[in-house]
């Protein structure tokens, strides 16, 4: 297992530049770097003394974590999936990519600008009033007249005088006592039985008895009766009117005068001018695929040779990229040979020499 795990942290310090491979196999090899003080030989010691320190980092992080066996499907994010013996892989983030998309922006909105065009004027004169008409009464006087006329000093009346009541006597004869019938005592022989038998009694009429009286009866009672008394008048002399006083009204003109006066031409206004909208083209970046992490077949010291090496170098001679000396090392110029396959291929660019690159050169 600490076999195991030593090879695999290995080929991934490896895997962090594709150029430290070389570093790598130099320092294993111990005699392959000269100290010629050369730029290439100063360049592999700074990248080993790197890989040094990588290693370094991976080793405490292989003691913080268990070291998974290739047959383990706890989790296949952290193995290669379908992995085969002598394959090395590392995990490569794959950054995402963008597409630049051209836009019409509105830089600024389409508006409306009012312009004022003022009023004009003339010079001229006017007529103006400086006291407008008005009325006036005037009083005309009445005349008068002297006139002689009778004047009633006192008014008709009227007097009522009384006459007095008329009598005259008159005589008549008026009944005393009226005629009636009384039984007297009558004479002839008596035969008297006793004091109370033997009386004679006769029926006879007594006539009515009458005296004359003189009386004074009302002729016509009092009455009264109304005299005229005719008015009292006296002749005067006095003053009458002879026409009323009335008014009359008197119109006053109005008063005017001539000034020097500006006169208006043309009133203000406004006009309104359309301003159209500003726009830009503006240029932004929208992502076409977004950034992942895969795992990226490579070669390393495991499975990297010498020999392979060099293939890879007359390949990329014959494709037309220098990788300078064909020498069977991983040098700064045979990873810009590979880097700029890459480009032309559309194949992916990255510090490492993966398998995709290897396959493509036509190496097996």
Do not use: H
């Not at 290995?10 to 150029?19: E, F, G, H, R, W």
């Not at 006087?141 to 009633?152: G, I, L, N, Q, S």
């Not at 010498?306 to 700064?332: F, H, M, V």
């Amino acid at each position: 297992m600490q076999r195991f795990s030593s090879r695999l942290f290995t080929a991934a310090s490896c895997a962090v530049l594709v150029s430290a491979l070389s570093a790598c196999s130099t320092v294993s090899d111990k005699g392959l770097i000269s100290d010629s003080g050369s730029a290439d030989a100063i360049a592999l010691k700074s990248r080993a003394s790197e890989l040094d320190a990588r290693e370094r980092a991976l080793a405490a992080k292989e003691a913080r974590l268990a070291i998974i066996p290739a047959s383990s499907k706890a989790d296949s994010s952290l193995t290669p999936p379908n992995a085969k013996p002598g394959q090395c892989f590392t995990k490569i983030i794959i950054p995402a990519k963008y597409r630049t998309i051209n836009e019409r922006q509105v830089v600024e909105e389409a508006g409306q600008r009012i312009e004022v065009i003022p009023a004009s004027f003339k010079q001229g004169s006017k007529r103006v009033l400086v006291s407008e008409a008005t009325e006036k009464l005037e009083v005309v006087p009445a005349t008068y007249k002297t006139v002689r006329e009778r004047v009633m000093v006192k008014p008709a009346s009227t007097k009522l005088i009384q006459v007095p009541a008329q009598y005259e006597t008159v005589t008549s004869r008026i009944m005393v006592s009226p005629a009636r019938k009384e039984w007297k005592k009558g004479t002839g022989p008596i035969q008297r039985i006793d004091n109370d038998t033997g009386e004679i009694m006769c029926l006879v009429d007594v006539p009515a008895t009458y005296k004359t009286v003189s009386k004074r009866v009302l002729k016509s009672p009092a009455t009264t009766r109304s005299v005229e008394i005719p008015a009292e008048y006296n002749t005067v002399t006095r003053q009458v009117v002879a026409t009323a006083a009335t008014t009359r009204t008197v119109t006053i003109p109005a008063k005017y005068k001539t000034i020097s006066v500006t006169e208006q031409a043309s009133p203000a206004s406004q006009r309104v001018i359309e301003i159209p909208a500003k726009y830009k083209n503006v240029a932004r970046q929208e992502i076409a695929s977004p950034s992942r992490v895969e795992w990226r077949e490579i070669l390393c010291d495991t499975n990297l040779t010498s020999g392979k090496i060099t293939e890879i170098q007359r390949a990329l001679k014959s494709a037309g990229y220098n990788p300078g000396p064909i020498d069977g090392t991983i040098g700064s110029d045979t990873m810009s040979a590979v880097n700029a396959f890459q480009r032309a291929k559309g194949l992916p660019v990255d510090e490492y020499l993966n398998m995709s690159t290897v396959r493509a050169l036509g190496v097996q």
